[in-house]
C-alpha cells in the first residue's frame, strides 16, 4: 500500500513538473530566445483575474507544444518590467506569434483549440508582423524597455526611503524631483555631445594672405578712388561758385548771347 501511494504521488509529480516544463519561463535575460524559431507568448500578472482564467488553457496548449512544432512561453510583467515596454503590452493578457524573428499580436479567440487551429492552418500569416520600430530588438524598443526598468528602480527606491527609511512623502517627492532636473541635465548634455560629433558645426575657412603686388594694388585702386572723389568734389564747388557769381551780377537789360562777339553784332546793326 505504501509502495503503491508512493508511486502515486511521483507519477502526479511528473504530470504537475511536465505541464511547467512545457511552458517556457521567458525573463530579461534570455528574451532573445524568442527571435528564432516558432513560438506562442503570453504577458501576463499574477493580480490579472483574466490572465489567471487564461492559465490552464495556456498549460493545456503547452502540452501540444510538441506536436505542433513550437514553443509555448509566458512573461511575467511583474517580474521582467522591461520586457513588456519592450513588447508594449500595456493590457494583460497580451498574447504573441513570434517566428524567426516576425512578431505578431494575436487577437482571435482564447480556447485551446482555436490557438491551435491558429497554428496548424498558419493563420498568423493573414496578420500584419509589427513594423521595424516596433520590433522588440530595435532600438527604438530598447530604449523603452530601459526606461521601463528605471522606472521599476525608482518606484523600488521611493518605496524603500518612504517605507523602510521613514522619509516623509513630500520629502521623497522632493528628492527625486531634484535628481529629475539633475538626470535631464545631464542626458541634454550627452545629447548635445553626440549631436556635435555626428554633425559638426561649419567652420568659416580662413581668408587667404594677400601677396605684396595685391596689397599695392588694392592701395592704387582706394587712390584713384579718393582722387576721383575730390576732383568731383572741387567741380560741384566750382560750379556752386559761378552759379552764385551770376545770380549776384545785376541785370543789365541785355539778353545774354554767350559771347562778347555777338554782343558788338547786334550794335552795329542798330547803327
Known amino acids: 500500500m505504501i509502495f503503491f501511494k508512493t508511486t502515486l504521488f511521483l507519477y502526479l509529480s511528473t504530470l504537475v513538473c511536465g505541464k511547467e516544463d512545457d511552458i517556457i519561463v521567458i525573463g530579461e535575460d534570455n528574451w532573445k530566445d524568442l527571435l528564432k524559431g516558432e513560438w506562442m507568448i503570453e504577458f501576463h500578472a499574477p493580480w490579472c483575474p483574466a490572465c489567471r482564467t487564461l492559465q490552464p488553457v495556456?498549460?493545456?496548449l503547452g502540452s501540444w507544444s510538441d506536436d505542433l512544432g513550437i514553443k509555448v512561453a509566458k512573461v511575467d510583467v511583474t517580474d521582467a518590467p522591461a520586457l513588456s515596454g519592450r513588447f508594449m503590452a500595456t493590457a494583460l493578457p497580451t498574447i504573441f506569434h513570434a517566428i524567426d524573428g516576425e512578431f505578431r499580436k494575436y487577437k482571435g479567440p482564447r480556447g485551446k483549440d482555436d490557438f491551435i487551429t491558429f497554428i496548424e492552418e498558419k493563420k498568423w500569416k493573414e496578420i500584419e508582423p509589427l513594423s521595424?520600430?516596433?520590433?522588440?530588438?530595435?532600438?527604438?524598443?530598447?530604449?523603452?524597455?530601459?526606461?521601463?526598468?528605471?522606472?521599476?528602480?525608482?518606484?523600488?527606491?521611493?518605496?524603500?526611503?518612504?517605507?523602510?527609511?521613514?522619509?516623509?512623502?513630500?520629502?521623497?517627492?522632493?528628492?527625486?524631483?531634484a535628481l529629475t532636473v539633475i538626470v535631464g541635465a545631464i542626458l541634454g548634455l550627452i545629447i548635445v555631445f553626440f549631436i556635435d560629433l555626428l554633425y559638426p558645426p561649419k567652420t568659416q575657412p580662413k581668408k587667404k594672405a594677400k601677396s605684396d603686388d595685391e596689397k599695392d594694388n588694392e592701395h592704387e585702386d582706394k587712390d584713384d578712388?579718393?582722387?576721383?572723389?575730390?576732383?568731383?568734389?572741387?567741380?560741384?564747388?566750382?560750379?556752386a561758385e559761378e552759379t552764385a557769381k551770376r545770380d549776384s551780377e545785376p541785370d543789365s537789360g541785355v539778353e545774354e548771347t554767350g559771347s562778347p562777339r555777338s554782343l558788338r553784332k547786334r550794335k552795329s546793326r542798330k547803327d
Open 58 to 60: 495556456w498549460e493545456d
Open 132 to 177: 521595424s520600430w516596433k520590433a522588440p530588438d530595435s532600438i527604438w524598443m530598447s530604449t523603452v524597455a530601459w526606461f521601463f526598468k528605471m522606472s521599476m528602480f525608482l518606484r523600488g527606491a521611493y518605496i524603500y526611503l518612504t517605507e523602510d527609511m521613514g522619509v516623509p512623502y513630500w520629502a521623497g517627492y522632493c528628492i527625486f524631483a
Open 225 to 239: 578712388v579718393v582722387a576721383e572723389d575730390l576732383i568731383d568734389e572741387a567741380a560741384e564747388k566750382k560750379e
